[in-house]
């Protein structure tokens, strides 16, 4: 593949030693094989942990696992460390970088999501390197994009490279690591495991096989594995493989076999891709079966379909939309406030005048602006 825009996201463990300080042969050798990248005609955006671990190994100070503020101070440590080195290796190539730190409320509101695209777009015409990382001295909490049976934990790089390949459209996300790729069985509980080459469906049995977390990262295979499904179900190609195989990133560009490929499923527009997963619901709305039914069918969401509220948001928000049985099935932008939509609930069109003395529009969620979460039963 050539003239692609990638993420290439690289973890914790693959930018240090067993001690926990940077691994500079390591570093090297992957800004070199970007820098490759780059000369072939690619647009790079590298979204690197490491922080916490350099700001631990330059204290030298033995970490509680439980103390968040102390590893918030470690990444304000270790993050000017982490740059000062990319920014000397990438010198090397000839090659300029940007750091770009981001919070959850960077992509879950609106136009400071457009903007984080924007400027990115603008580092990217520039023929600069972003180099991402998350505001761990801001930033802790979690959000939960639409995705089911688990929560998507934004302190983790590993959905932070998804992210950011929505937001920008990406053409192929590529998770480097210590591990080789997904293997058939948990290698560190049993012999033999075998890397699985192609995946098209998250199964159950894989995310079974995938528990467990690193030493370092925050992460771990089943992170990795989330990630993965949002790129898929977003229509984005992911590939999770070792680092430190050498020549990886260039032979994955290449589109030689490394690691576990996983293949899209779907398909999103940008809107679609932000109601998705870069949002956070700042409500919800419970609606009746038949609203249900015909949202699912493709209408969009009228007032009569409402039956209550909850939460408080305004205009412009996203908001989680459930049916008689409380179970999420969508999620969209409204037209209304949730004082509003209080006062119409329940109501036809031609009475929300009535009661507002205006109407803004007729649907209180356009169809067009809604995701409808995985599949229903």
Same mark, same amino acid.
Not at 79 to 98: D, P, V, W
């Given at each position: 593949?050539?003239?692609?825009?990638?993420?290439?996201?690289?973890?914790?463990?693959?930018?240090?030693?067993?001690?926990?300080?940077?691994?500079?042969?390591?570093?090297?050798?992957?800004?070199?094989?970007?820098?490759?990248?780059?000369?072939?005609?690619?647009? &790079?955006?590298? /979204?690197?942990?490491?922080?916490?671990?350099?700001?631990?190994?330059? #204290? =030298? $100070?033995? +970490?509680?696992? !439980?103390?968040?503020?102390?590893?918030?101070?470690?990444?304000?440590?270790?993050?000017?460390?982490?740059?000062?080195?990319?920014?000397?290796?990438?010198?090397?190539?000839?090659?300029?970088?940007?750091?770009?730190?981001?919070?959850?409320?960077?992509?879950?509101?609106? &136009?400071?999501? /457009?903007?984080?695209?924007?400027?990115?777009?603008?580092?990217?015409? #520039? =023929? $600069?390197? +972003?180099?991402? !990382?998350?505001?761990?001295?801001?930033?802790?909490?979690?959000?939960?994009?639409?995705?089911?049976?688990?929560?998507?934990?934004?302190?983790?790089?590993?959905?932070?490279?998804?992210?950011?390949?929505?937001?920008?459209?990406?053409?192929?996300?590529?998770?480097?690591?210590?591990?080789?790729?997904?293997?058939?069985?948990?290698?560190?509980?049993?012999?033999?495991?075998? $890397?699985? +080459?192609?995946?098209?469906?998250?199964?159950?049995?894989?995310?079974?096989?995938?528990?467990?977390?690193?030493?370092?990262?925050?992460?771990?295979?089943?992170?990795?594995?989330?990630?993965?499904?949002?790129?898929?179900?977003?229509?984005?190609?992911?590939?999770?493989?070792?680092?430190?195989?050498?020549?990886?990133?260039?032979?994955?560009?290449?589109?030689?076999?490394?690691?576990?490929?996983?293949? +899209?499923?779907?398909?999103?527009?940008?809107?679609?891709?932000?109601?998705?997963?870069?949002?956070?619901?700042?409500?919800?709305?419970?609606?009746?079966?038949?609203?249900?039914?015909?949202?699912?069918?493709?209408?969009?969401?009228?007032?009569?379909?409402?039956?209550?509220?909850?939460?408080?948001?305004?205009?412009?928000?996203?908001?989680?939309?459930?049916?008689?049985?409380?179970?999420?099935?969508?999620?969209?932008?409204?037209?209304?406030?949730?004082?509003?939509?209080?006062?119409?609930?329940?109501?036809?069109?031609?009475?929300?005048?009535?009661?507002?003395?205006?109407?803004?529009?007729?649907?209180?969620?356009?169809?067009?602006?809604?995701?409808?979460?995985?599949?229903?039963?």
């Amino acid at each position: 593949m050539m003239g692609k825009l990638v993420i290439v996201k690289i973890g914790t463990s693959s930018l240090t030693k067993s001690d926990g300080n940077l691994d500079l042969d390591a570093m090297r050798e992957l800004t070199s094989q970007i820098a490759e990248a780059v000369k072939r005609g690619h647009q &790079i955006i590298l /979204v690197t942990s490491g922080a916490i671990a350099s700001g631990i190994a330059e #204290l =030298g $100070v033995k +970490p509680n696992p !439980n103390d968040i503020v102390f590893k918030q101070a470690c990444a304000a440590v270790g993050q000017g460390i982490l740059m000062a080195h990319y920014r000397e290796l990438f010198k090397q190539h000839g090659l300029k970088i940007a750091q770009v730190l981001l919070t959850k409320e960077d992509l879950a509101n609106r &136009i400071s999501y /457009v903007h984080t695209c924007n400027v990115l777009d603008k580092l990217l015409s #520039l =023929g $600069v390197v +972003p180099v991402i !990382n998350e505001n761990d001295v801001t930033s802790v909490d979690e959000i939960m994009p639409i995705t089911r049976k688990y929560k998507v934990n934004f302190s983790d790089n590993d959905i932070l490279s998804v992210l950011i390949a929505n937001a920008v459209q990406a053409d192929l996300v590529i998770i480097l690591s210590n591990i080789d790729g997904l293997c058939d069985v948990n290698p560190s509980r049993k012999k033999g495991a075998r $890397v699985i +080459p192609i995946v098209e469906k998250i199964t159950p049995e894989l995310k079974e096989i995938a528990e467990g977390k690193s030493t370092l990262g925050r992460g771990g295979m089943k992170t990795k594995l989330e990630a993965a499904e949002i790129a898929m179900q977003s229509g984005i190609p992911l590939v999770i493989a070792n680092s430190r195989r050498k020549n990886v990133l260039i032979d994955i560009l290449e589109g030689k076999k490394v690691g576990t490929y996983f293949k +899209p499923t779907g398909k999103m527009s940008g809107i679609e891709k932000w109601i998705a997963y870069g949002a956070g619901a700042k409500g919800q709305i419970k609606v009746n079966e038949g609203a249900k039914q015909a949202i699912l069918k493709g209408a969009s969401l009228l007032a009569a379909g409402i039956e209550s509220i909850s939460g408080q948001f305004k205009i412009g928000d996203v908001v989680s939309i459930t049916g008689p049985d409380g179970k999420e099935f969508a999620r969209g932008i409204v037209n209304y406030s949730s004082e509003e939509i209080n006062l119409i609930k329940g109501l036809k069109t031609t009475q929300i005048k009535k009661v507002l003395g205006y109407i803004r529009r007729k649907e209180v969620i356009v169809r067009k602006l809604m995701h409808i979460v995985g599949e229903v039963n």
